[in-house]
């Protein structure tokens, strides 16, 4: 199976600074590739999908990159609501598989 | 809105069964898999398998070694998830989640709020 390596596991910035996350495939996933938020004691929420489409009802300050093995989620501008646990998600193979996840804490 | 419910936290001894609901709203239930993934204590997430409710029809993943039943009540646009013979290991937050495109090589639009299950003698 496709293994997604995300770094770094957490990252320390401040309100309005610019984010930048990283997540890598052991092999290519051409864009098959999402973005999830996951804020505790919620459900994990859809970003990105397919390497760079907003999912419904995402802000513009969220926006993705990246095909084959090398992916980036930007966040533009940090938001209080936007620190929380960021996953990458493979869907070129089967069976679909997480990376390990990004912690975004407020420094 | 579409919204997936699913039931309560659950304790459970080694060897014994799980089954979590997931109760959906807000879209034609028909229309979109459901699928299962688990986070275990401190892991990444874990996609287990899929049903598609129009039919019955479901996948998983091979490292579950027939322990995985996943059915559906088209009445109450409800879907199940057994899982028999536990093991601490199995402890994890179990979630629902709706396939944003038809079969399993699809990223998950809508997510269920998660059930604990506890493994524990």
């Known amino acids: 199976e496709i293994v997604l390596t995300q770094s770094p596991a957490t990252l320390s910035l401040s309100p309005g600074e610019r984010a930048t996350l990283s997540c890598r495939a052991s092999q290519s996933v051409s864009a098959y590739l999402a973005w999830y938020q996951h804020r505790p004691g919620q459900a994990p929420r859809l970003l990105i999908y397919?390497?760079?489409n907003r999912a419904t009802g995402i802000p513009g300050r969220f926006s993705g990159s990246g095909s084959g093995t090398d992916f980036t989620l930007t966040i533009s501008s940090l938001e209080p609501e936007d620190f929380a646990v960021y996953y990458c998600q493979q869907r070129s193979n089967w069976p679909p598989t997480f990376g390990q996840g990004t912690r975004l804490e407020i420094k | 809105q579409v919204q997936l419910v699913q039931s309560g936290a659950e304790v459970k001894k080694p060897g014994a069964s799980v089954k979590v609901s997931c109760k959906s709203s807000?879209?034609?239930?028909?229309?979109?898999?459901i699928h299962w993934l688990r986070q275990a204590p401190g892991q990444g997430l874990e996609w287990m398998g899929m049903?598609?409710?129009?039919?019955?029809?479901?996948a998983d993943a091979q490292n579950f070694q027939g322990r995985l039943t996943m059915t559906r009540d088209t009445s109450t646009s409800t879907v199940y998830m057994e899982l028999s013979s536990l093991k601490s290991e199995d402890t994890a937050v179990y979630y629902c989640?709706?396939?944003?495109?038809?079969?399993?090589?699809?990223?998950?639009?809508?997510w269920g709020q998660g059930t604990l299950v506890t493994v524990s003698s």
């Open positions: 397919d390497a760079s």
């Open positions: 049903i598609n409710p129009s039919g019955g029809a479901t």
């Open positions: 807000g879209y034609t239930f028909a229309n979109y898999h």
């Open positions: 989640a709706r396939g944003f495109y038809s079969g399993s090589s699809t990223p998950f639009d809508y």
